[in-house]
């Protein structure tokens, strides 16, 4: 499995406040940006594999809503979670 619990909470810790701290926007963008990152591997060896491809998008999507509420929000945290992730704009 390529996300197990102690990778979850270790992901947690580095981005919440603390590694109970699950819903804040911060903690859930890593999440949200560590799976991305890893179903876009698989589906650069699986090109026709398409419920995939729409799982990534849709986490695309989510991740994409948090930013932007994150950026309307507290633009610190914004541009501080961009730059730790090395996410673009």
């Known amino acids: 499995m390529y996300l197990d619990a102690q990778k979850k909470q270790e992901i947690f ?36 594999d398409y419920s995939t491809q729409t799982a990534l998008i849709k986490l695309v999507g989510k991740r994409r809503s948090l930013l932007n509420y994150l950026k309307n929000n507290d633009v610190l945290r914004y541009r501080a979670i961009i730059k730790e992730l090395a996410l673009r704009k």
Do not use: M, V, W
Request: glycine letters at 6%; aromatic letters at 6%; a positive charge.
């Open 13 to 48: 810790e580095k981005h919440g406040k603390s590694n109970k701290n699950t819903g804040s926007p911060e903690s859930q963008i890593a999440l949200f940006s560590y799976r991305i990152s890893h179903l876009t591997k698989h589906l650069k060896e699986n090109k026709k």
